[in-house]
């Protein structure tokens, strides 16, 4: 049976399939899952935590009428947060990477939202750069909501609270391996705790990407120089307190070219047409399945849609630009 019709496009958040993804399966002993975020109203699993942490602050009474909601994304956080202003009646002013895709910073501005872009070459600790900017930005906007995803806990708690239920019952609780990117490490965090407290033995692995410092950190307590790279949506270029790093038991490393030929493969094989994290997050999970050489069930993300990368990794020049092809 249909479900009723929702009463508004925030209630449509959420609930997203889980497939199987068959041709890639094929490839090793385990079957390999993957939980369709990209059908998210905004075309991403950001939507969650947009809705979540706005309502969260509504009913604290940390956000008031008309207020400015001020927050730095790589772009689907911030396409999450204009489609929760229209919605409820706030303004939005997002902080933007100048690399990010045109089409996800064309998205944003045609929800209404202010689009603040930044020089995406300045260093980490420059007071301009992109993750040192928006405290600036919020206090500076009258009536500014500033929800913080990189620090908020309210992230993984979103998470906590929708995703990983979603997959345990989907799943049937029989799931082995949680495998996906680790940006601000809501996802991976907060659904793989809940994951975890159901059953211990399922082993949680987050994908990040060569010139993040997560990877390095986690395996040996050092910090690195980060380097740039161009999948959007993964890593960091500082320790964050989302990323809770401790309740992970493997991080894997994975690099752009690797990520965004997997994106390509995995619209070829399964028909699906998503973002550099999914390719990445399939590769990672094939990685994982060659490692253990064993049936087991792998469950990850598709964070988010390929069509707001027709510019960049579905197009053969920007790729030959960038060394890959």
């Known amino acids: 049976m249909l479900p009723k019709p929702y009463e508004n496009v925030l209630a449509a958040i959420g609930n997203t399939p889980m497939v199987k993804l068959m041709h890639v399966s094929a490839l090793v002993k385990a079957d390999i899952y993957a939980k369709l975020e990209f059908l998210n109203p905004g075309g991403s699993v950001k939507d969650r935590i947009a809705k979540y942490m706005v309502e969260k602050a509504e ?3 940390a956000i008031t009428p008309g207020a400015t909601i001020v927050e730095n994304s790589s772009g689907n956080t911030a396409i999450g947060l204009a489609m929760v202003a229209r919605q409820k ?26 689009v603040v872009l930044v020089d ?37 708690e979103t ?21 996906t990117g680790i940006g601000t490490g809501g996802t991976v965090c907060g659904a793989g705790r809940y994951l975890k407290e159901q059953d211990p033995r399922i082993q949680v692995i987050a994908i990040d990407p060569l010139g993040s410092i997560f990877h390095d950190y986690y395996k040996t307590g050092q ?30 490393q994975v690099t752009d070219k690797i990520a965004f030929t997997w994106t390509r493969k995995l619209a070829r094989m399964e ?13 990672g999970a094939l990685q994982l399945a060659q490692r253990i050489d064993r049936p087991a069930r792998i469950v990850t993300l598709l964070p988010d849609s390929g069509y707001r990368y027709l510019s960049t990794i579905y197009n053969d020049i920007w790729l030959k630009q960038k060394g890959f092809i």
């Open 59 to 61: 009913r604290l009474g």
């Open 89 to 114: 009646g706030y303004k939005a002013k997002i902080i933007m990477r100048d690399s990010t895709s045109r089409e996800k910073i064309e998205i944003v501005r045609t929800m209404g939202a202010e």
């Open 120 to 156: 995406a070459t300045l260093p980490p600790e420059n007071p301009r750069s992109y993750n040192n900017i928006a405290p600036a930005v919020a206090r500076e906007t009258a009536g500014a909501f500033f929800p913080d995803q990189h620090n908020n806990l309210d992230n993984n």
């Open 159 to 179: 998470h906590y609270m929708t995703t990983g239920p979603e997959i345990w019952q989907q799943m049937d609780g029989r799931i082995d391996y949680f495998i």
């Open 223 to 252: 910090r690195v120089t980060p380097k740039r790279y161009l999948i959007e949506g993964l890593g960091d270029e500082f320790l964050i307190k989302c990323a809770q790093l401790d309740m992970l038991d493997d991080i894997i």
């Open 271 to 283: 028909g699906l047409i998503t973002g550099g994290s999914s390719g990445a997050n399939v590769w």
